[in-house]
Structures are given as structure tokens and as C-alpha cells.
């Protein structure tokens, strides 16, 4: 079932392997085989989706209005792979295609812009997506790599408005993932409000990008707080990997310079700006824990001092005539 431009997940999966033993030999395998790819995606390393959506458009047995079906998800695998040049190829594909999945496709090429460093140009593609090419999601994933969390914040509430406006349970849930993750960079204490939300939101879909934003937005809220965030953090991190992106953002979170033969982003407002961002962030919270790790010493003090004075005082009687 579609919602928005997505495949909604059936209860059942289909079989982990809809190829029929002599392998695709007629449109309607290719079209089970497609199926099935795509709505196990979520389920199956992206380099099976690759290869099982490769394997269909290489038989050239689907029928011409569902290539660019198959051609766009593959574009998705790839992308998640890391293969920027041959999901970027298919992106363009469909997006000349024009036909429904259009927009998706001019969506996954900003976010190709924007994984590759090419900010500036990502902004520009978002300008004309519109709702069906999920702008406002897509500018708010360009913000908060800026640093910028009071610009991504908007542009995510923006969207999450706008999807339920017409409706759109999984964009609803998906926006609301990374609303919580921007605002746990941010304001922790706010944080949890939209955590629980998307939750609940992500609770009755499958979607397990944003379930794994989710996740991390529960680490960045908890930054400072909680005594087990490495071991946590390198569980999530063995699942999802990093991004040549967030190495260079953990050199600016930490103050440190990057080295000579990284290759440069292209930022918004310049690479010092967005240092700068990224380390004020990261300065508010310790500032934040010192004044909270003080007040909380002083109360014990004040707690242990007054229970003195009181025991003090009960043990205390005045002296007889």
C-alpha cells in the first residue's frame, strides 16, 4: 500500500526471496521479485535490495510504467551504500521520467547534493520540491548539519504540519524523528516531549531509518548525562555506520582541525561559521551540566546541613533549675 511516495509494509512479508527457482522468466515474476524487494528493504541489507532490484532491470521483464519503479528504489540501496555516481544516474532517470515518482526523485537527488558536501545546491533543489518533494524535510536535514538547530527545528515543524494537513502518517512520523533529533542537540529537556511523540507515531510503521534517527536522538539528548552513552552509542553505531560528514562535525564539536586531505564541504555560511555552531553547541552543554552538577551539590549541602541543625536541635534541652 502507498502512502505519500512510499510503500506501506503489508503485515505479512512476502518471502525473502520471490525468484522462482529457474530464475525471472516473465513479467509477472519480475514484478513479484520487484515487490517483494522493495517492501523487505527495511528488513534486508541494502546490498541484497541492490542486487535483487539490479537482477530485475537487468531481465528487462517488467513493463515499462513500473521500471522507473524498480529504478528508484534501486537508486535508494545504492545511495545508502555509498554509491553516490549510480544512485545519482537513476535519480535522474526517473526524475526526467516525470512521471509519479517524480518528486521522490528530485528529492533523493538534494539529499545526494547534501551528502556529497554541495549545501548550496541542495538548498536550490529544495526550493523547488514543494510538499510532493518533502522541502521542508529536506531543508531541515540541510540546517541541522549547519549547526543551525533553530532553522532546522522550523523547517521541521514546517513539515510536520504540512503532512498532516494532508494526511501523510509515515512523512508525519518521519519529520517528527528528526524534529526530536534537532531539538536534542539543542534543548534536552524539550527533547523527551518530542521523542515520546514520534514514538508513538513510529510504533504503528515500519520504518527503520527513522526508528535509527530516532535512536540517536535519544544519545545526543542524553550527551553529558548518562554514564553508559559509549557503550550505547557504539551499538547504534555498529548498525547504521558514519558518514564522511559527521567526522567532519565531530572535529568541529571537539575543536579540533581537519585534516589536510579531507575533502571540503561546501557550507552555507562558510567553514568557520559552522566550527563555530557546532562548538557553541557543544559549550552550552557542558555549561549547562556544570550549572546543574553546582546547584545540585549545593542542595546536598544545603539538605545535609539543615538535617544536622535539626537533629541538633531535638537532641538539645535546657538545663534544669
Not at 503489508?10 to 514484478?31: N, R
Not at 513493463?63 to 554509491?83: C, F, H, I, M, S
Not at 517524480?102 to 548550496?120: I, K
Request: hydrophobic content about 40%; glycine content about 8%.
Amino acid at each position: 500500500m502507498r502512502t505519500g511516495d512510499s510503500i506501506r509494509e503489508p503485515l505479512a512479508l512476502p518471502a525473502a526471496d520471490a525468484t522462482p527457482s529457474g530464475g525471472l522468466q516473465t513479467a509477472a515474476d519480475a514484478l513479484m521479485e520487484t515487490l517483494s524487494a522493495i517492501a523487505r528493504r527495511q528488513h534486508e541489507h541494502r546490498e541484497r535490495t541492490s542486487s535483487r532490484l539490479s537482477a530485475v532491470l537487468t531481465s528487462e521483464l517488467l513493463p515499462d510504467d513500473l521500471v522507473e519503479l524498480a529504478t528508484y528504489y534501486l537508486a535508494k540501496a545504492q545511495r545508502d551504500l555509498g554509491l553516490t555516481d549510480a544512485s545519482r544516474r537513476g535519480m535522474q532517470r526517473v526524475a526526467s521520467a516525470r512521471g509519479r515518482l517524480a518528486s521522490a526523485a528530485r528529492r533523493g537527488l538534494a539529499h545526494l547534493s547534501r551528502l556529497s558536501g554541495d549545501f548550496p545546491t541542495a538548498v536550490e533543489a529544495a526550493g523547488g520540491l514543494g510538499w510532493e518533494g518533502r522541502h521542508h524535510r529536506v531543508l531541515g536535514d540541510v540546517w541541522w548539519v549547519q549547526g543551525d538547530m533553530e532553522r532546522a527545528v522550523a523547517a521541521y515543524l514546517a513539515g510536520r504540519s504540512e503532512a498532516e494537513e494532508h494526511g501523510v502518517v509515515d512523512e508525519t512520523a518521519m519529520v517528527q524523528a528528526h524534529l526530536a533529533f534537532a531539538v536534542s542537540f539543542s534543548d534536552p529537556l524539550r527533547a523527551g516531549d518530542e521523542l515520546d511523540l514520534a514514538e508513538r507515531l513510529l510504533s504503528h510503521l515500519s520504518l527503520r531509518s527513522s526508528e535509527m534517527t530516532a535512536r540517536t536522538a535519544v544519545l545526543v539528548r542524553d550527551a553529558g548525562f548518562a554514564a553508559d552513552l559509549p557503550g550505547r552509542a557504539a551499538v547504534l553505531l555498529a548498525e547504521i555506520g558514519v558518514s564522511g560528514l559527521l567526522i567532519d562535525i565531530a572535529h568541529f564539536m571537539a575543536g579540533l582541525p581537519l585534516s589536510e586531505h579531507t575533502a571540503r564541504a561546501r557550507w552555507i555560511d562558510g567553514e568557520q561559521q559552522t566550527r563555530e555552531r557546532w562548538r557553541h553547541l557543544v559549550t552550552t552543554r557542558r555549561n549547562h551540566l556544570a550549572t546543574t552538577q553546582a546547584f545540585h551539590t549545593c542542595a546536598v549541602r544545603w539538605s545535609t546541613r539543615r538535617d544536622y541543625d535539626r537533629r541538633s536541635w531535638t537532641g538539645w534541652s535546657a538545663p534544669r533549675n
